[in-house]
């Protein structure tokens, strides 16, 4: 099984910035392809950022330029730096994880683990 703890949410002004951790457990982290999701009250849950097991990553639109994500695989670990952090970033982000494949599929699609949550907030 593989679980997924994430932390490093809190309250911060825009233009503040935070980090995001995701701790997994589990002994085929590597074989994981890891990303970050985010759902605001009311709205659908989105992809924030995505990363393979062969380290490709793909972003939303509307973080590319602010957001990083990496992975540690020695750590069992994924991170989603957030820079320059906007109200509209606000959200409870979630970590998720599904098993690796040699073809190609959408970033967001077929996660079968995922994290309890943590919960950013952005004010102005």
């Known amino acids: 099984q593989v679980q997924l703890v994430e932390s490093g949410g809190g309250l911060v002004q825009a233009g503040a910035s935070l980090r995001l951790s995701c701790a997994a457990s589990?002994?085929?982290?590597?074989?994981?392809?890891m990303g970050w999701f985010r759902q605001a009250p009311g709205k659908q849950r989105e992809l924030v950022a995505a990363i393979t097991n062969g380290y490709s990553t793909n972003y939303a639109d509307s973080v590319k330029g602010r957001f990083t994500i990496s992975r540690d695989n020695a750590k069992k670990t994924v991170y989603l730096q957030m820079n320059s952090l906007k109200p509209e970033d606000t959200a409870v982000y979630y970590c998720?994880?599904?098993?690796?494949?040699?073809?190609?599929?959408?970033?967001?699609?077929?996660?079968?683990?995922w994290g309890q949550g943590t919960q950013v907030t952005v004010s102005l």
């Open positions: 998720a994880a599904r098993p690796a494949t040699f073809y190609s599929r959408p970033p967001s699609t077929s996660y079968d683990y």
């Open positions: 589990g002994r085929t982290f590597s074989s994981y392809d």
